[in-house]
């Protein structure tokens, strides 16, 4: 019976990450894009290593490395 009980306890003190997703999501809209000077935005992409003079790519970045390309 002293599973149960503990069972029971823990899914009281622990709600599922459903249930605590929403606190992040309204913590992430607070926070703005950044601003990128132009020399900045070269450095970046050079160091992600894209060519601002090629612009077709027979691969796609990943989507990490393209999220961070659109925000530029």
């Known amino acids: ?4 009980d503990v069972s ?3 899914e009281c003190e622990y709600p599922s990450p ?3 997703t929403p606190q992040f999501r309204s913590l992430a809209e607070a926070i703005p894009s950044p601003k990128f ?4 935005r070269q450095f970046l992409l050079k160091t992600l290593e ?3 003079t090629s612009p077709h790519r027979t691969t796609k970045p990943p989507s990490c490395k393209r999220a961070l390309l659109q925000s530029l």
């Open 1 to 4: 019976m002293k599973d149960n």
């Open 8 to 10: 029971a306890t823990a």
């Open 18 to 20: 459903l249930q605590v």
């Open 37 to 40: 000077s132009e020399s900045e």
């Open 50 to 52: 894209v060519e601002s």
